[in-house]
Structure formats: C-alpha cells, structure tokens
C-alpha cells in the first residue's frame, strides 16, 4: 500500500525567504511522486513530478523537489518566497507503470503556505 | 483553449434531495475521475471511468453514483443517501499515454442546508 505524509499542515514564511515543505511517502514499489498546488476555490495544478529520471526536479514558478530514497522523502523547496506562492500544497504518490492503466494518486492531507511582507 | 470546464461553482441544496454536478473535458482523455475534498484530508477518490461506458468505485463510493456516455462527459450524482455531502467537488481527467499528470476542473462547492 501507498501513503503520503506532509509535516506541517500550516507553514509561514516571509517573503523573500526560504520555503521548504515537508512529504514523506511509503511504498512497496518504486514510486512516482508529485507536488500540486491549489490557489483558493480552485482546482489543483501541476507544479512537478518525479518518475525515476533525475532525483532533483525542477518545477514551476521556481519550485524544485529533490527524491530522497534512502529518506524516503520528497520535499519541495523554493529559495526565495513571493506573495504570490500563498497557497495549498498537495503531494501524490502513485504507482504508474506498476498498476497496469488506472493511475491512483494517493494524496497527502496538505500544507497550507502563508507568506508574509 | 482545452480544459476540464465543471458547473455550478456554487450550489445549495437541501437535505433528502439529489444533485447533479457537471465535469465536461476537450482534452480527449480517456480517463476521468472525482475527488472529495474536505479540510484538512486530502483529495479521496468518489469514482473514476477509464473508458467511456465503463466506471469503478473509488475509496468514498457510497451515496455517490456517475455515468460515462461520452468521452468528454462525467456527471457526479449526490444522492441523498450520501450522510454527509457538504464538500469541495473535483474532477479530473488524464492525459493519455498515461504520464500520471492529472488536469483538474475549477471544483464545485456544494453546500447542503
């Protein structure tokens, strides 16, 4: 079975500042991994994903996310925070590739990103 | 410009009635699925339909029921079996060959009072 933890259900940081977000995954199988975002009464949206290629991913909007085997983590960073990044952060496990067709994500609880001035 | 378009963003509905909320795509993707979303849980699975005239129940099936006519549509029906339907509504669809990217509609709000 797959699962996804992210630390931190609240984060806040100033802009300009470093934002790090936490996720933790489990796996019996090699997993594909990915970051979502969702602004407020939207839907979500693709910021990156991991599928055995390279470990660092680099994303959108300035986001990267490094795979971490041996951590079993998969956390999202972003050097300098914006105004604009304020949003809810979703990571996903799946197990594409391994489950024939149907792609199931397995999605964590979230973390809610709040960026001061 | 193709997208997944979902209606109404808003809906009220009172207890004991059935409501039905849209999920059309242009995107030609096979695939389509509904999430419920709640605070603080995630994105849960309702159902998903990997080809039209074919769907399965996901990890919160129950009071919930969908169809798959065509490919670009798949309607969601809350029924008034469903305890607790106040909820954020997402639909999805997959892009084909299979990447694991799921594209998502805006989401409905369903209020029930």
């Known amino acids: 079975a797959q699962s996804v933890t992210q630390l931190g259900s609240h984060v806040s940081v100033s802009e300009g500042a470093l934002v790090l977000l936490r996720c933790n995954y489990s796996s019996s199988v090699p997993p594909y991994l990915f970051w979502y975002v969702q602004y407020p009464n939207q839907g979500l949206q693709l910021l990156l994903k991991y599928t055995s290629a390279a470990t660092l991913v680099k994303g959108i909007n300035g986001f990267e996310a490094e795979f971490k085997k041996s951590e079993t983590s998969f956390h999202l960073t972003k050097p300098s925070a914006h105004m604009s990044d304020a949003a809810e952060y979703f990571c996903?496990?799946?197990?594409?590739?391994?489950?024939?067709?149907?792609?199931?994500?397995?999605f964590g609880a979230g973390t809610r990103l709040a960026v001061h001035p | 410009d193709g997208g997944i378009t979902q209606s109404p963003k808003y809906l009220f509905r009172k207890e004991g009635q059935n409501v039905t909320l849209s999920c059309e795509q242009n995107l030609n993707h096979d695939a389509m699925y509904w999430y419920r979303q709640d605070p603080g849980q995630g994105l849960r699975l309702i159902y998903y339909?990997?080809?039209?005239?074919?769907?399965q129940k996901g990890d919160i099936a129950e009071g919930y029921s969908v169809s798959r006519e065509k490919k670009e549509s798949f309607p969601l029906t809350v029924t008034s079996a469903q305890k607790n339907p106040t909820a954020f509504y997402l639909c999805a669809s997959i892009r084909t060959p299979n990447t694991g990217e799921l594209f998502f509609g805006e989401g409905s709000r369903l209020t029930v009072l």
């Open positions: 996903a496990v799946s197990s594409l590739g391994f489950s024939g067709g149907y792609n199931k994500l397995i």
């Open positions: 339909s990997q080809i039209v005239n074919d769907f």
